[in-house]
T-cell receptor
């Protein structure tokens, strides 16, 4: 069964400094990766989806995927206090209707 | 962007009672999902559906039933609620092509 782990569990950065979040997965045949953001007591907002090795940028959010290392990361450029939230990594096999497996999340705090 | 709504947003139930959580999506997505989110476990898939009339068991289906009477609506049913089912429940919908899942705002359930 797929296992998805995120690190660190919590991260504090200053406004404007780069924030880097990590996610490892166990099934090397996975090919569908997403990063979600969840503000307190709110639903999940999809930030970036990536399906092949390399990087994918969506505004200030960049995902890097290295399937050989079973690793996907999220980098947030110029984070703002409004980016303070829990960030969730989600992995699936990519076929239609494939189930997502979520990591436990990283709680990001951005200090003004 | 996908619009997924859930009702009720908050619910208090008694042990042994029946609880129905409802989800509606207005984007004609084929796939719909129910998750629960608990501290230390992240998001876990309970049931999902590929279309009207279909329901499939997810990773933690015990104690839950699901119903998909139409493309737009997907319900989660707790026939005999227990305190261990106290959680935040999220509904999501997704299309078959990219299978990006769009989440509702969540329902906070407390079983006393």
């Amino acid at each position: 069964q797929q296992k998805v782990q995120q690190s660190p569990e919590s991260l504090t950065v200053s406004e404007g400094a780069m924030a880097s979040l990590n996610c490892t997965f166990s099934d090397g045949t996975s090919n569908n990766f997403r990063w979600y953001r969840q503000h307190s007591a709110k639903g999940l907002e999809v930030l970036v989806s990536i399906f092949s090795d390399g990087e994918k940028e969506e505004g200030r959010f960049t995902a890097h995927l290295n399937r050989a290392n079973l690793h996907v990361s999220l980098h947030i450029r110029e984070p703002q206090p409004s980016d303070s939230a829990v960030y969730l990594c989600a992995v699936s096999m990519g076929n239609a209707g494939a189930k997502l497996t979520f990591g436990g999340g990283t709680r990001l705090t951005v200090r003004p | 962007e996908a619009a997924v709504t859930q009702s009720p947003r908050n619910k208090v139930a008694v042990t042994g009672g029946k609880v129905t959580l409802s989800c509606n999506q207005t984007n004609n997505h084929n796939n719909m999902y129910w998750y629960r989110q608990d501290t230390g476990h992240g998001l876990r898939l309970i049931h999902y559906s590929y279309g009207a009339g279909s329901t499939e068991k997810g990773d933690i289906p015990d104690g839950y039933k699901a119903s998909r009477p139409s493309q737009e609506n997907f319900s989660l049913i707790l026939e005999l609620a227990t305190p261990s089912q106290t959680s935040v429940y999220f509904c999501a919908s997704g299309d078959r092509v990219q299978d990006t899942q769009y989440f509702g705002p969540g329902t906070r359930l407390l079983v006393l």
